[in-house]
Protein backbone atom coordinates (compact mmCIF):
# COMPACT_ATOMS: atom_id res chain seq x y z
CA UNK A 1 0.00 0.00 0.00
CA UNK A 2 1.24 3.41 -1.14
CA UNK A 3 2.11 5.94 2.01
CA UNK A 4 -0.72 8.68 1.58
CA UNK A 5 1.13 12.30 1.05
CA UNK A 6 0.00 14.83 2.84
CA UNK A 7 -1.74 18.06 0.69
CA UNK A 8 -0.02 21.62 1.35
CA UNK A 9 -1.66 24.42 0.21
CA UNK A 10 1.52 26.62 -0.28
CA UNK A 11 5.00 26.10 -1.53
CA UNK A 12 5.86 28.25 1.56
CA UNK A 13 4.25 25.87 4.02
CA UNK A 14 5.66 22.74 2.18
CA UNK A 15 9.14 24.39 3.08
CA UNK A 16 8.54 23.66 6.81
CA UNK A 17 8.73 20.10 6.37
CA UNK A 18 12.05 20.39 4.46
CA UNK A 19 15.13 22.47 3.26
CA UNK A 20 14.98 24.28 0.50
CA UNK A 21 18.32 22.87 -0.97
CA UNK A 22 16.63 19.52 -0.61
CA UNK A 23 13.75 20.48 -2.37
CA UNK A 24 16.24 22.42 -5.07
CA UNK A 25 17.69 19.12 -5.80
CA UNK A 26 14.44 16.55 -6.06
CA UNK A 27 13.85 18.99 -9.13
CA UNK A 28 17.10 19.72 -10.94
CA UNK A 29 16.86 23.81 -9.91
CA UNK A 30 18.49 26.24 -7.53
CA UNK A 31 18.01 26.51 -3.99
CA UNK A 32 17.60 30.56 -4.89
CA UNK A 33 15.32 29.66 -7.38
CA UNK A 34 13.47 27.74 -4.58
CA UNK A 35 13.69 30.78 -2.32
CA UNK A 36 12.00 32.63 -5.33
CA UNK A 37 9.21 30.46 -5.69
CA UNK A 38 8.55 30.76 -1.66
CA UNK A 39 8.23 34.45 -1.36
CA UNK A 40 6.55 34.69 -4.82
CA UNK A 41 8.88 36.83 -6.50
CA UNK A 42 8.96 34.03 -9.22
CA UNK A 43 6.28 31.73 -11.21
CA UNK A 44 6.99 28.53 -12.40
CA UNK A 45 6.51 27.82 -15.98
CA UNK A 46 4.14 24.73 -16.35
CA UNK A 47 6.59 21.92 -16.60
CA UNK A 48 7.66 22.97 -13.10
CA UNK A 49 4.79 23.41 -11.42
CA UNK A 50 3.62 20.47 -12.03
CA UNK A 51 7.02 18.74 -11.26
CA UNK A 52 6.76 21.03 -8.03
CA UNK A 53 2.98 19.01 -7.84
CA UNK A 54 4.39 15.62 -8.38
CA UNK A 55 7.11 16.25 -5.44
CA UNK A 56 5.60 18.25 -2.72
CA UNK A 57 1.73 18.10 -3.19
CA UNK A 58 0.98 21.81 -3.68
CA UNK A 59 -1.13 22.45 -6.55
CA UNK A 60 0.43 23.83 -9.96
CA UNK A 61 -2.59 26.12 -9.93
CA UNK A 62 -1.71 27.64 -6.45
CA UNK A 63 1.85 28.27 -7.68
CA UNK A 64 0.30 30.63 -10.23
CA UNK A 65 -2.57 31.61 -8.86
CA UNK A 66 -1.40 35.15 -8.03
CA UNK A 67 -0.80 35.83 -11.70
CA UNK A 68 -4.42 34.94 -12.48
CA UNK A 69 -5.36 37.73 -9.45
CA UNK A 70 -2.82 40.63 -10.43
CA UNK A 71 -4.69 40.42 -14.33
CA UNK A 72 -7.87 40.66 -12.96
CA UNK A 73 -7.27 43.97 -11.12
Known amino acids: MAAVR ?3 RTLAK ?3 TT ?3 ALAKK ?3 SRSYISFLA ?3 RQPGLKLALRIEA ?3 VPAEALVA ?6 AS
Open 19 to 21: TQD
Open 14 to 16: YLE
Open 6 to 8: PKF
Open 39 to 41: SGK
Open 27 to 29: LGV
Open 55 to 57: VTG
Open 66 to 71: HEREAV
